[in-house]
């Protein structure tokens, strides 16, 4: 199947190839849940039941999360930076990080 390109606008102006109508009537009882895998007391507890919650990038803590702001440098020190290699600005942080634990910043 090739894969189409669509706006938006097109996409919400497309025909529904679904029975809304028998959906809506549907009743709890008439739906086939034979194919799910038991809930888990982790989930029942949690009220999570969303695999795609699980998804991505671990939560950190809030002292481990970085915060994106911004700050200008003459060019001559962005330069350098940037001429220092990749990750320079994780570098960067953990060497102002440093200046402000040893009280020098």
Same mark, same amino acid.
Request: charged residues 35%; without cysteine.
């Given at each position: 199947?090739?894969?189409?390109?669509?706006?938006?606008?097109?996409?919400?102006?497309?025909?529904?190839?679904?029975?809304?109508?028998?959906?809506?009537?549907?009743?709890? %009882?008439? #739906?086939? +849940? &034979?194919?799910?895998?038991?809930?888990?007391?982790?989930?029942?507890?949690?009220?999570?039941?969303? =695999?795609?919650?699980?998804?991505?990038?671990?939560?950190?803590?809030?002292?481990?999360?970085?915060?994106? %702001?911004? #700050?200008? +440098? &003459?060019?001559?020190?962005?330069?350098?930076?940037?001429?220092?290699?990749?990750?320079?600005?994780? =570098?960067?942080?953990?060497?102002?990080?440093?200046?402000?634990?040893?009280?020098?910043?």
């Amino acid at each position: 199947m090739a894969m189409v390109r669509m706006t938006s606008d097109e996409i919400r102006k497309r025909q529904s190839k679904t029975d809304w109508s028998r959906v809506k009537a549907l009743e709890d %009882t008439d #739906i086939d +849940f &034979s194919d799910l895998p038991e809930a888990t007391d982790k989930q029942l507890a949690s009220g999570t039941f969303d =695999r795609a919650a699980n998804l991505g990038r671990p939560k950190l803590k809030d002292e481990d999360r970085k915060i994106g %702001t911004y #700050i200008r +440098f &003459s060019p001559r020190v962005l330069n350098h930076l940037r001429a220092s290699g990749k990750n320079w600005q994780t =570098r960067l942080s953990k060497k102002v990080e440093e200046l402000v634990d040893a009280g020098e910043l």
